[in-house]
Structures are given as structure tokens and as C-alpha cells.
């Protein structure tokens, strides 16, 4: 009993590595998204980031949304990439409004309280780290598709930028970051709607799949 027990669980193991590494299924992509802060009640990149496993068929999307908290991209980003191994990992989080803005660098710098009224720990996010990281993932304002999208040089030094930061130090071979317009009181089809062909189509630009509706 024991060596079927002992044989089943490395079948497991190796199932699920084969799952991970399946390129037949499409490329891995990890998005990560944050909960409504601010006494906000909804969260426009994890609406949009809840609904792009479905939506993308074309790729395997995972989606995690993060606490606004310090330290919650620390302690579980690399966790999931070691887990999914994506080929494309794509932060989200609420900007300016009526703006999206696509991420160039983030920086080793962390002010502001969090949802728990907590400072961070430090000023910097990583001692020895360098001061700033800049995102692998390409994007060109051809792929607009109608919609004005801005880039910007400074993610800020809030959660956003703190997830940014912690992201292009994993083994991902493209990495970047948007900030999204607020959702505020916008139905969520609606919001999805708006905002998905922008995703969609930097996703499949950066993964070498042909662009086409979400």
C-alpha cells in the first residue's frame, strides 16, 4: 500500500509539472490585482483581473488579488511564480482617472499606510537592491486600439510600485505593470468591457500571439 501511495503522489507531482510546462495549451500568464482600498468598494484591476481567465482563451491565466498591505507582494509573489511559471507576469492597479498608464520603471522607495494604517517597514524595499527596475514587457502606443494610453517613469511609491518592484526580480521573461482608472460606482460588464481589449492586446503582442478580440 505504501508504494502505491509513494507511486501516486510522484504521478501527481509529475502531472502537474507537465501541466505547468504544457505549451499546447497556451503560454502561462500570472496577473495580479489588488482589493478595493480607500474605503472604495470595488477595485478596477481586480474586476478586470478576476475576468480575464475566462475571457483569454488563447492563454492559461492565473489571477491574485492582493491585499493592500506591506509586504503582500513580498510574501506571495514569488510563491506563484514558482508555482505557474508564467511566461508573462502583468501587475494591475487603480490610477488616474480616465488614464491608463503603462509602467516603465519601479523604484526601491515605499511610503504611505496601508489598509491596516500601517507604514512600511522601511523607506526602501529591498537593502541591497537597486534603485530602480525597469519593465521587460514591450508595448507600443500603435496597440492602443482608439483608447489614449499613456507610460510613465515613476509607478509611485505606494503598493503598486512596491508589486512592480518585487515582480521584475522573478525569473519572468516579460514583466510589467498598469495602472488602470478607478472603477468607482462603473457596473463591472461595463468596466470589463472598456478595458479588456487594452490587456488583451499587450498580452498577446508580448507573448507572440496573433492580436485579435478578447
Not at 509513494?6 to 505549451?23: K, N, P, Q, S
Not at 492602443?144 to 503598486?160: E, K, R, W
Request: proline share 8%; net charge neutral; with cysteine.
Amino acid at each position: 500500500m505504501r508504494t502505491v501511495l509513494i507511486i501516486l503522489t510522484l504521478t501527481l507531482v509529475h502531472a502537474d509539472r507537465v501541466v505547468g510546462a504544457d505549451a499546447s495549451a497556451g503560454p502561462v500568464v500570472l496577473v495580479t490585482a489588488f482589493h478595493p482600498f480607500a474605503q472604495r468598494q470595488k477595485n478596477g484591476s481586480a474586476t478586470l483581473a478576476e475576468s480575464l481567465p475566462k475571457a483569454l482563451s488563447d492563454m492559461r491565466v492565473h489571477s491574485e488579488v492582493m491585499q493592500v498591505k506591506w509586504a503582500e507582494p513580498q510574501n506571495i509573489l514569488p510563491a506563484l511564480v514558482a508555482r505557474w511559471r508564467p511566461r508573462l507576469l502583468l501587475g494591475l492597479g487603480e490610477g488616474s482617472s480616465d488614464t491608463v498608464t503603462v509602467e516603465n520603471l519601479a523604484h526601491n522607495h515605499a511610503a504611505g499606510l496601508d489598509e491596516a494604517k500601517r507604514p512600511p517597514p522601511f523607506g526602501w524595499l529591498q537593502a541591497d537592491g537597486p534603485r530602480s527596475r525597469r519593465a521587460t514587457m514591450e508595448f507600443d502606443p500603435k496597440w492602443a486600439l482608439g483608447h489614449t494610453i499613456v507610460t510613465s517613469d515613476h509607478a509611485g511609491s505606494f503598493l503598486c510600485n512596491a508589486l512592480f518592484y518585487v515582480a521584475l526580480a522573478q525569473p519572468v521573461e516579460r514583466i510589467g505593470f498598469i495602472h488602470l482608472p478607478p472603477q468607482n460606482d462603473e457596473a463591472d460588464a461595463l468596466y470589463v468591457a472598456r478595458l479588456l481589449p487594452i490587456i488583451a492586446q499587450i498580452a498577446r503582442r508580448n507573448l507572440g500571439l496573433p492580436a485579435g478580440a478578447p
